[in-house]
């Protein structure tokens, strides 16, 4: 299991050729309170850079865009009715959408960990 970063505070958790997709503990801290997510369709087909969804907050709402290419295959519908997860748990039970990659060398250019929070001091 491999998780990479975008320098748009987004994680994808990648198990095989499925990614698990969400904001980080740092955007969500930007964010605040997170009264709402907007969650993509399953069986939407993305492009890297695309807009997945939107996370809507107390302070401002947030375009969520997806890592990389894919089709996604499952949203985290608990967040309907408790958007407040991705506060709680941002990587766990707060995350948004499971994508299956289409393109996987599209990870080699997203950030490691050491180089996410380099970004974020």
Same mark, same amino acid.
């Given at each position: 299991?491999t998780?990479?970063?975008?320098?748009?505070h987004? /994680?994808?958790? %990648?198990? #095989?050729?499925?990614?698990?997709?969400?904001i980080? !503990?740092?955007?969500?801290e930007? =964010?605040?309170?997170?009264?709402f997510v907007?969650?993509p369709?399953?069986?939407?087909v993305?492009?890297?850079?695309?807009?997945?969804a939107?996370?809507?907050?107390?302070?401002?709402?947030?375009?969520? /865009?997806?890592? %990389?290419? #894919?089709?996604?295959?499952?949203?985290n519908?608990? !967040?309907n009715?408790?958007?407040? =997860?991705?506060?709680?748990?941002p990587?766990?039970?707060?995350?948004?959408?499971?994508?299956?990659?289409?393109?996987?060398?599209?990870?080699?250019?997203l950030?490691?960990?050491?180089?996410?929070?380099?970004?974020?001091?």
């Amino acid at each position: 299991m491999t998780t990479k970063y975008t320098t748009d505070h987004e /994680y994808i958790r %990648v198990e #095989g050729a499925t990614g698990t997709v969400g904001i980080t !503990l740092y955007a969500q801290e930007q =964010l605040g309170d997170i009264v709402f997510v907007e969650l993509p369709s399953v069986g939407k087909v993305m492009k890297k850079g695309d807009e997945a969804a939107v996370v809507e907050s107390v302070k401002a709402a947030s375009e969520i /865009y997806s890592p %990389v290419s #894919g089709t996604v295959t499952e949203i985290n519908t608990a !967040l309907n009715g408790e958007p407040g =997860l991705v506060n709680q748990d941002p990587h766990d039970g707060g995350w948004i959408f499971k994508i299956q990659l289409s393109t996987p060398t599209e990870l080699d250019g997203l950030l490691g960990e050491a180089d996410y929070a380099e970004l974020t001091k």
